[in-house]
């Protein structure tokens, strides 16, 4: 499956929730069908625009702050490759990163870095 799909997806699943055809939803909010399809099927990537983001999170009736909300941000910056914007804001998250990638990638931990991780879980 493309990367770019999964927001897509997402973004599909909350449309037919509303129980809109691609038509209905795009002529509701004077939106391109093409575009949507194109976006819905991972062939056109999300938009970078956190106000356009914003849009159609109401245009799908996602409430701001919810699990939603951030699943439809986070994917979109996925998708585009991208690390969320409020991620690259906290210094310290960013330090462990690199730590959170190679976990991701299956790849082994140093008994440093897991002791550190362990300590900081510790303190929370």
């Known amino acids: 499956m493309k ?7 997402f973004f599909k699943a909350k449309r037919i ?15 391109d069908p093409g575009n949507i399809s194109k976006m819905e099927r991972g062939l056109l990537k999300p938009p970078s625009s956190k106000e356009k983001l914003e849009e159609y999170a109401s ?18 910056a996925a998708c585009r490759g991208e690390i969320p914007e409020e991620i690259l ?23 440093k870095l897991l002791d550190e991780l362990s300590e900081k879980i510790r303190r929370t």
Request: hydrophobic letters at 35%.
């Open 89 to 111: 804001e906290d210094e310290k998250l960013i330090k462990n990163l690199p730590l959170i990638f190679r976990t991701i990638r299956g790849k082994k931990v140093s008994q």
């Open 59 to 76: 245009y799908l009736g996602i409430k701001r702050g919810t699990d939603d909300w951030y699943e439809l941000f986070d994917l979109a």
């Open 3 to 9: 990367p770019k799909a999964f927001f897509g997806e």
């Open 17 to 31: 929730e509303m129980q809109l055809t691609l038509r209905e939803f795009c002529k509701t909010h004077n939106l």
